[in-house]
């Protein structure tokens, strides 16, 4: 046989700029690879902006060498765009791995922290492999990475382990284009890497080597002890799950009465003694963000068919476990020699910021923690774990952090640079440029120093990592949010502020790629509407730029303000009051037997006179309200506490029954000007009513949820015939309550209606800076 | 657009108060006095210094537990001089007279004010009577103006607190406001909750001989506590901390507050001051205070510090640190 001559045997050479996340995720390797693999000849180097490669080669070469950056690139990468020019060939005798290009502009994606890879975990649990054990093992596909990143490009001198310098067989893996630690930032060892070490509550180092400490501090915590972990992105205070006491004594110190602890168990397959693990969950809990999911317990509060107990007080009154894997090799280390189910609750004070720095956490978790595991490692940035959650067949975040933030949310329309400020509690912030949208880990309720030193340093550190000097800056309406605030006093810049809910809404929206009118259920807590009441229960018709509001929940008094969200019985006064007037102090019902009468009057009293009863047409304090009523929760320790108890006290048979509602229409400026209220309390009147007869709680409960789910979706109808609008967008917190997304899905689709969800940012305030941006977006482009 | 209108919120004493004087008031009427914006203006008149302001009272009802009008107005006008670190001597007063008030009221009014006038040792020496048609205004308003003479040694203003002075309060927050709206609106305590109103010249003079190092004294009237703490920290450009277990508050004025969800902080009251004093002194001048008949539950609360210029914060008995704004109008609920 001959060669034949290919005519066109003649070497082109293409320039490629590879953006997207392809910096410290084993690009460069993976190009030597492909380059070697087509005999290609050639350079590659990381810019600011991504990757740049120049091949030379025969074009058909080439061609499959690009088709296969597409799709055959490394776990961790995501290529999102590659611009290919042409150069004059004729450079190139091999193919190289060049040092990285300094530029001005940064617009490369930063990679998020992922959790342990299977071959380092091999090499890990391997006796004769030089880092047997060693809790700091990593490589390209695995290992901290935004956590630890003080500036870009990615770079180890711009990362804490700056202070580490590679010993010799480091360095050579490093520098081995083929090697799987080549240019891994964060390579280590046992000789030259990071190290634990044991301390006592008071700092004090219990004198061990690296692996004993881990050996102790397991010993001890299956002795029932509580210790404060040193992790990727901050601190955890950890204890025995199975062991009661221990769980009861961290509740008792971290004073955090109910609020359910985050698990971390040792595998997938030993969780299934306690809840349901489908197929989709297994994937999200092994998934390299390893978020905490949450899963549905198989049984609640103790009454285990089974052996295998865990304690009655990691979760109350909660239908679901939140459980996370091993993310750091420290992790799985601990839970092999230890317990193999811990509690795994975030290191932080009520109402501050997780503890990232040793000293700090000495000083704050004294008081709670037995023994410290700590590490000489420093987080540059905290990063909470995320809270994620398998919800009508698609994962749905709480908390989007850990693992996902800083990656980018595309967004179809070309953002210009704004900066979404996020609402008030649940805060995280959002960044945007081209079609990205940046948005930070769950930054916290802003009601605390410490919170608010966080969030402000947040925002100048995305600011330079992604070098975004916003030109917009996006806020909420409402004038007691430090995020407002922050807003206000940004001189330079344009601002814009935004309605709570019509962020959210258009936050939905741009995750669906959506920019024509909808219309918008956002069912909520609270929201500063622009009639000065607080909403949260609203059907938008709305566009990304503006909307106008077509139904909500009558309105209802918040007998005290914020009192009368952490004490929901003064809801529970407050639809009672509305539907019977004072009469209801004398209904033989469970909830008055529970109440003190002076109180229930004088609050009574507060609403006759308008005495800080502000309006509200919260679907939010609906729930509380009605939670209260069936005496399940009258006061909260932590934030939906009331409606989450109340969800999960309820029947799990499908219900059909439904509780009566008016629609009134309001406003009559003719056709599309009519503004519908839902009023629920012939509900209340009913529920009561079932009450006086006995009925269980678990069929009320249901019911109810099925009548509000019915209630918002006739409402959306309405609106839709008026309108001939189809496309129905879901956002708020509430609908983080499986039953209300699941039952209002049903109902809109059996009416044909194409329903939205969020699946990328939280449904509720999380994902509200995404929305700002989004809006602020629309109007200036218009 | 729609007309920009005065709302009631310009007068609560808190955010909107502020930027109205200083939008609005001061520049126009601009002068080294007046932009000191302390309770009082100093002046010096032929080498004497002298402490002079004015007051309008407006309270609603006129007659509540513990007090009326007359000797609000009286001892309000009384304690604005006094936080000057003057000794009050003389008074005007002012009334603005609803037709159709009961004579009988009116009496006991008047003998309400040259009570209060008598019990704080100040004259009142010059006045002036108007009688406005029904509706025109409620039932009686009084405006108090006061003239005293600042010893010679003394420098108290709101722009002198230094980081590391110690806050002192003379009793305990939030009775008058509290009594106030309860009598208005028809709300029964446990127990009764009655108006602090009361002169603290005499306090203050005892503070002052005593030779302690006084730098801030302020009583916090409308806004609360919280709101004069912040107009202390903007004014002197420093930092405070104030501590929640510290905070005296009597229990049926804490239950109440917690009743109605107001913040004690924030409420007004009409006979309590705060001082400002270096470490050094604060003890003695704990003593003091205490031995002052109206002073006698005072307590430290908290301290200045040079971080946060301008900012306020609470360590809260949780363990948490909360920043403490100014008292912006209704407070909206922002928890979800
Ligand atoms: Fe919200
Ligand atoms: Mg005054
Ligand atoms: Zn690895
Ligand atoms: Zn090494």
């Given amino acids: ?782 | 657009m729609t007309e920009e209108k005065i709302l009631l919120d310009h007068g609560s004493g808190g955010k909107l108060s502020h930027s109205m004087f200083s939008d609005m008031i001061l520049p126009l009427f601009e002068n080294s006095e007046l932009s000191k914006q302390d309770d009082g203006a100093i002046l010096d008149v032929e080498g004497a210094r002298l402490a002079f302001s004015t007051d309008s009272y407006v309270v609603d009802p006129i007659f509540f537990p513990g007090g009326n009008i007359g000797d609000l107005a009286v001892n309000g006008t009384v304690n604005d001089i006094s936080m000057c670190g003057a000794v009050p001597k003389f008074i005007s007063v002012g009334l603005i007279i609803e037709e159709g008030l009961p004579v009988k009221q009116l009496k006991i009014i008047l003998e309400t004010i040259a009570a209060a006038a008598k019990k704080a040792g100040v004259k009142i020496v010059t006045g002036d009577t108007k009688v406005v048609p029904r509706g025109k205004a409620d039932k009686i308003f009084i405006n108090t103006s006061g003239i005293g003479v600042i010893p010679a040694h003394v420098n108290v203003s709101g722009s002198n607190a230094q980081p590391g002075d110690k806050i002192i309060v003379s009793g305990t927050l939030a009775d008058h406001g509290i009594a106030v709206l309860s009598s208005r609106e028809g709300l029964k305590f446990d127990s009764d909750i009655k108006t602090d109103s009361a002169p603290l010249n005499k306090m203050v003079q005892s503070l002052i001989r005593s030779g302690c190092d006084v730098h801030v004294l302020r009583d916090p009237t409308r806004g609360g506590l919280g709101t004069t703490l912040n107009e202390i920290a903007s004014q002197s450009r420093v930092g405070i901390r104030i501590d929640e277990m510290s905070l005296p508050v009597t229990g049926p004025v804490r239950g109440a507050c917690e009743l109605l969800g107001f913040d004690p902080l924030y409420i007004a009251n009409e006979g309590k001051l705060i001082a400002f004093v270096p470490e050094k002194d604060v003890d003695k001048a704990l003593e003091i205070i205490r031995q002052d008949v109206f002073g006698k539950v005072a307590v430290i609360i908290g301290d200045v510090t040079s971080e946060d210029p301008g900012k306020v914060f609470l360590q809260t008995s949780i363990g948490g640190v909360r920043p403490i704004d100014m008292l912006t109008g209704e407070q909206l609920p922002r928890i979800c």
Wanted: net charge neutral; charged share 20%; with cysteine.
């Fill in chain 1, 1 to 782: 046989m001959t060669v034949p001559i290919a005519l066109n045997q003649t070497a082109v050479a293409k320039k490629l700029e590879i953006s997207g996340v392809v910096q410290g995720v084993g690009f460069r390797p993976f190009l030597f690879g492909l380059a070697d693999q087509y005999h290609l000849k050639g350079e590659v180097f990381n810019t600011s902006g991504g990757i740049r490669v120049i091949v030379e080669g025969p074009p058909e070469k080439i061609e499959r060498f690009v088709d296969d950056i597409y799709h055959k690139s490394p776990l961790l990468a995501s290529v999102t765009d590659i611009k290919s020019s042409d150069v004059p060939p004729g450079n190139f005798f091999s193919f190289k791995i060049e040092n990285s290009e300094v530029a001005n502009r940064r617009t490369t994606l930063i990679s998020p922290d992922v959790a342990i890879c299977s071959d380092c975990l091999a090499e890990m649990k391997d006796p004769g492999n030089r880092r047997h054990e060693y809790e700091f093992i990593n490589c390209t596909n695995c290992g901290p990475r935004y956590t630890i990143i003080k500036d870009i490009p990615y770079d180890r001198s711009k990362t804490s382990m700056k202070s580490f310098k590679m010993c010799g067989k480091c360095q050579q893996e490093y520098d081995d284009p083929l090697n799987r630690r080549f240019h891994a930032q964060p390579n280590a060892c046992p000789v030259c890497g990071p190290q634990v070490f044991l301390t006592d509550r008071r700092g004090n180092r219990i004198n061990t080597d690296s692996q004993s400490a881990i050996t102790l501090a397991a010993q001890y915590l299956r002795q029932g002890r509580i210790i404060g972990i040193k992790g990727l992105g901050g601190f955890h205070l950890a204890c025995d799950a199975a062991n009661l006491d221990a769980v009861k004594q961290l509740r008792q110190r971290k004073n955090r009465p109910h609020k359910p602890f985050a698990l971390m168990a040792a595998s997938a397959s030993i969780l299934f003694d306690h809840v349901h693990v489908s197929n989709r969950e297994k994937q999200l809990l092994t998934s390299y963000q390893r978020p905490i999911v949450l899963l549905k317990r198989k049984y609640i509060n103790g009454d285990n068919q089974k052996g295998s107990v865990l304690a009655t007080d990691v979760a109350f009154f909660n239908k679901t476990l939140g459980v996370m894997l091993p993310y750091a090799p420290l992790h799985c280390l601990l839970l092999e020699k230890g317990p193999s189910i811990l509690v795994m609750t975030s290191g932080n004070l009520s109402g501050e910021p997780l503890s990232i720095e040793n000293e700090d956490a000495l000083e704050a978790f004294s008081h709670i923690a037995d023994y410290f595991l700590l590490h000489n490692r420093d987080i540059c940035f905290r990063a909470d774990d995320s809270i994620a959650r398998i919800q009508a067949g698609e994962t749905r975040f709480i908390r989007r952090s850990r693992g996902y933030a800083p990656l980018p949310v595309f967004i179809n329309r070309k953002m210009p640079k704004i900066l979404g400020c996020g609402a008030g509690f649940k805060n995280a912030v959002c960044l945007t440029r081209g079609h990205h949208a940046f948005l930070s880990q769950h930054i916290g309720d802003l009601d605390n120093m410490k919170t608010h030193a966080f969030y402000r340093d947040s925002i100048d550190h995305l600011k330079n990592i992604f070098d975004i000097q916003p030109d917009i800056i996006a806020h909420d309406m409402h004038h007691g949010y430090m995020s407002t605030d922050y807003a206000k006093a940004q001189n330079t810049v344009k601002k814009v502020a935004v309605q709570h809910h019509h962020a959210h809404a258009a936050a939905c929206m741009a995750e669906n790629g959506l920019d024509e009118e909808v219309i918008a259920i956002t069912l909520d807590g609270t929201g500063y509407g622009t009639d000065g009441h607080i909403w949260g229960g609203e059907i938008l018709l709305c566009t990304q730029k503006a909307f106008k509001r077509k139904a909500h929940l009558s309105y209802i008094k918040m007998p005290g303000g914020d009192a009368a969200v952490l004490e929901p019985w003064r809801m529970a006064a407050s639809v009672l009051f509305q539907v019977f007037g004072k009469d209801f102090l004398q209904m033989e019902i469970p909830y008055i037997k529970a109440m003190e009468k002076e109180k229930l009057s004088f609050i009574c009293g507060m609403m006759e006179k308008n005495l800080n009863s502000p309006l509200t047409s919260s679907v939010g304090r609906l729930f509380d309200a009605v939670s209260s009523l069936l005496c399940v929760r009258h006061t909260i320790s932590y934030e939906s506490q009331a409606a989450m108890e109340l969800e999960a006290m309820a029947d799990e048979r499908p219900v059909r029954e439904c509780y009566a509602f008016d629609l009134v229409s309001g406003k009559k400026d003719g056709g599309r000007d009519q503004v519908f209220e839902i009023n629920l309390m012939p509900c209340i009147r009913q529920i009561t009513a079932e009450l006086q007869q006995g009925r269980h709680v678990a069929g009320i409960s249901a019911k109810f949820h099925y009548t509000l789910a019915q209630a918002f979706a006739v409402a959306a109808l309405k609106v839709s015939l008026q309108t001939h609008i189809q496309k129905i967008i879901l956002s708020g917190g509430v609908f983080h309550n499986d039953i209300i997304l699941n039952t209002m899905i049903l109902a809109l689709e059996e009416h044909n209606l194409k329903v939205y969800t969020h699946t990328q940012v939280p449904t509720g305030d999380g994902g509200i800076c995404l929305g700002q941006a989004v809006v602020a977006a629309a109007l200036e482009g218009s």
